[in-house]
């Protein structure tokens, strides 16, 4: 049985499935070559539109936990203080480090906030996929196989996107890319549910113990 928000996130998205039936039949008969460039946009804006809707959810989800850094996996730790980091950049006085190792250690007390933000760089493509599956302790293995229509879609959207009409696309390259993008859903839909019913946005006992004794 599914977690309830991944029961919540498959209702939020499953409008997709009829948009995507859609493109596959062509139903006001629009000149195929024509038709087949207006549908690759939006099959790519399904996929991310999927990608940020779901991790938001998950993102709300966490905060309602209320969970405390020493609870919680590194890099979701990171994760949540991501905008914290901003003020490393360019050069420091020994002064401004003071400040914010206080504001840090301070931030290292409190329950843990998310940011419901998904950064795609609207470019997601394999290595930003990947990226975020670091970033939430997700499997990014399991979508391996499909990487390479992935990262074409978004190479062939980017180009129709800056004007660019070399493509020469058919009904079986709208075909693949759906195909693709629906399982690579799948698998984000079974990764969060196992994130979530076996709690791995909790540190296991094992690493807590260990983080104890050392």
Not at 74 to 97: E, N, P
Not at 107 to 135: A, R
Request: contains cysteine; proline residues 3%; negative net charge.
């Amino acid at each position: 049985m599914a977690h309830e928000l991944v029961n919540e996130i498959i209702v939020n998205n499953e409008w997709r499935d009829g948009e995507f039936a859609k493109y596959r039949i062509n139903p006001h008969q629009v000149d195929d070559d024509l038709w087949c460039r207006m549908c690759i946009p939006m099959i790519y804006a399904h996929w991310e539109g999927f990608v940020v809707d779901s991790l938001k959810l998950l993102l709300a989800h966490l905060n309602k936990l209320n969970l405390y850094p020493s609870q919680t996996p590194i890099h979701l730790l990171v994760l949540s203080l991501g905008d914290s980091y901003k003020t490393l950049s360019g050069k420091q006085s020994f002064t401004q480090r003071i400040s914010f190792t206080e504001k840090f250690g301070q931030l290292l007390q409190l329950k843990i906030k998310f940011q419901t933000k998904v950064d795609t760089k609207s470019n997601l493509k394999s290595n930003i996929l990947n990226e975020i599956c670091t970033m939430f302790g997700l499997d990014y293995e399991k979508f391996i196989p499909l990487a390479p229509d992935i990262d074409r879609l978004v190479s062939v959207r980017n180009s129709i996107a800056h004007g660019e009409n070399s493509y020469v696309l058919d009904k079986s390259n709208i075909e693949k890319y759906i195909t693709a993008v629906r399982d690579a859903i799948d698998i984000l839909l079974n990764e969060i549910n196992t994130f979530l019913e076996t709690e791995r946005y909790k540190l296991q006992e094992s690493t807590l113990q260990a983080e104890l004794e050392g």
